[in-house]
């Protein structure tokens, strides 16, 4: 019997692994704090840790999984910008659900501009008070707007799909164009001066880092809508804030923010909050905010759960790694996988 840590779970997606638990015959210990370099020492004597988004898996809490012995780190997400594969490679496998639901995060990000755009979260406050204003509820048809989508991977090419459902044009930029796609890509430059709607769906990288930022914004059309759906940090949230706050920005739909990972998933209503950019963005009337749920849908928990279980199985089987991922890979490079299909 295998004995594996879980990190910064919730009863929503303990659910879903419970019910596969026998089928693959692991022991399951929960936590609900995060993996750090503080709490990687509750591994001790376990055989593998799945994690999430958000855990710090760093070279130091690399170094102490290692230390115990733990070979295998499954990731029940498909972004991984939160760990060191340099640290990683060598001494832990590192796996991963490459897709659970493209469609889950693409209709999310429809969701938040329907909302943004129609006004719905205004327009629910208003009328459970028997306000039946319509008083600056006003939107515009999406038919016929520009949709800019930064990253045309699995998410990105349901989400423009969907918007070619609404009778959007729709151009995007990514630097590995999908082929024979018929999507019209442009330079991102480009696609900044044109679109009346940007949507994020790249990963998290150097190059993604603040790809929306002060200089970025002044190339934009004035009252363009920003979506992110995608990692925080592709947002400057100092920047956004104030092209919010003078207008540039006519909206924003974030289910991800770059300072999120002490905030979201918790319940700070009894709290004050710190973080003052948060807060201010929350504040304004056409800023909304979700808390990284974009993923959150059963058949996404169900895929989540199965796919993790099975990578772990194939680890502790010594079979090829499927879903394995190393710096090289991460890198967008080829990397040879060795051995058994596995990256070292
Ligand atoms: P994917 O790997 O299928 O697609 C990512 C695309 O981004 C690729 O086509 C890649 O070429 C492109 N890309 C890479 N560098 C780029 C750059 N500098 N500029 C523009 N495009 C670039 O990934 P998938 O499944 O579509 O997911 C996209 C992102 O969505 C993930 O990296 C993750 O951060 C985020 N995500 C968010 C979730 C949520 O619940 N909010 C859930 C799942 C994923």
Sequence with gaps: MKNIAFFDTKP????????????????????????????????????????????????????????????????????????????????IHVVRVPAYSPHAVAEHAMALLLTLNRKIHRAYIRTRDFNFSIN?????????????????????????????GFGMKVIAYDPFPAKDSGIEYVELEELFRRSDIISLHAPLTKETYHIINQDSIALMKDGVIIINTSRGALIDSEALLEAIKNGKIGGAGLDVYEEESDIFFEDYSNAIIQ???????ISMPNVVVTSHQAFLTDEALKNIAETTLENLRQFFDGEDLTNEICYQCAKYGSCEKQGKGRCF
């Design 12 to 91: 929503y997606d303990r659910i879903w692994f419970d019910r596969l638990k026998d089928k693959y015959g692991f022991e399951f210990k929960y936590f609900e704090s995060k993996l750090n370099s503080d709490t990687a020492v509750m591994c001790a004597g376990l055989d593998g840790v799945v994690a999430f988004v958000n855990d710090v898996i760093d070279e130091k809490t690399i170094s102490i999984l290692s230390d115990q012995d733990i070979r295998i780190l499954a990731l029940r997400c498909a972004g991984y910008n939160n760990v060191d594969f340099k640290a990683a490679y060598g001494k």
């Design 136 to 164: 600056g509820l006003t939107g515009f048809d999406l038919f016929g707007k520009t949709m800019g989508v930064v990253g045309t991977g699995k998410i990105g090419r349901v989400f423009v799909d969907i918007c070619k």
């Design 275 to 281: 973080d003052d950019v948060l807060a201010r963005l």
